[in-house]
């Protein structure tokens, strides 16, 4: 069975850093893309950051580039969300979430419960 | 603003039929594979539909999805009560290099 696990979620002030994990389970992680979507109180779902399987290509959201960081350790099992520069609008639920196949480069297959991030002073 | 669009609500009868429209461009939805996904109250997305019209293994086929040049669209028949939630639908975009959501459409079920 596949399993996410977030976490690392605080309330944090503007302009501090946060790294949040994901530890995954149940499928062999390496052969998997990754990704890290959020939810704002009330709103849609935004996705962040994805992370190919091995070669770690990566793409980040215009919203949150040059600020967020997605890197994985495949040796681990574990995925993560660097995050620098944090805003009151970086404020949300944020999902760690697996491609839905080995040839997805990106997808939302499965997902972990989520960790909940606040940015305020 | 999101690059998917979706109407922000929808509604029908236990029984009934309801379908949801996204619609996108040529960057997303017309080149590029439809994702849509389930979130009830409270708790984290869950995978629908993928690649167009997929469905993943416990899914109930009451729930379908197409698409048609720029625009994809989700199915329900047979509405229950358990189908209320928000449904969102998802694609590659390959101008902005990264995947989209569009913002949502939330089912009730009169």
């Known amino acids: 069975e596949v399993q996410l696990l977030e976490s690392g979620g605080d309330l944090v002030q503007p302009g501090w850093s946060l790294r949040l994990s994901c530890a995954a389970s149940?499928?062999?992680?390496?052969?998997?893309?990754m990704s890290w979507a959020r939810q704002a109180p009330g709103k849609g779902l935004e996705w962040v950051a994805v992370?190919?399987?091995?070669?770690?290509?990566?793409y980040h959201a215009n919203s949150v580039k040059g600020r967020f960081t997605i890197s994985r350790d495949n040796s681990k099992n574990t995925l993560y969300l660097q995050m620098t520069g944090l805003r009151a609008e970086d404020t949300a639920v944020y999902y760690c979430?697996?491609?839905?196949?080995?040839?997805?480069?990106w997808g939302g297959g499965s997902w972990g419960r989520g960790v909940l991030v606040t940015v305020s002073s | 603003q999101s690059v998917l669009t979706q109407p922000p609500s929808a509604s029908g009868a236990p029984g009934q039929t309801v379908t949801i429209y996204c619609s996108g461009s040529?960057?997303?939805?017309?080149?590029?594979?439809v994702n849509w996904y389930q979130q009830l109250p409270e708790t984290a997305p869950k995978l629908l539909i993928f690649?167009?019209?997929q469905r993943p293994s416990g899914v109930p086929d009451r729930f379908s999805g197409s698409k048609s040049g720029t625009s994809a669209s989700l199915a329900i028949s047979g509405l229950q009560s358990e189908d209320e939630a928000d449904y969102y639908c998802?694609?590659?975009?390959?101008?902005?290099?990264?995947?989209?959501f569009g913002g949502g459409t939330k089912v009730t079920v009169l």
């Open positions: 992370i190919r399987g091995s070669a770690g290509t990566t």
């Open positions: 690649n167009h019209s």
């Open positions: 979430a697996k491609a839905i196949n080995t040839a997805s480069r």
């Open positions: 149940g499928f062999t992680f390496g052969n998997y893309a």
């Open positions: 998802a694609a590659w975009d390959d101008s902005l290099n990264g995947p989209v």
């Open positions: 040529s960057s997303n939805i017309g080149g590029n594979y």
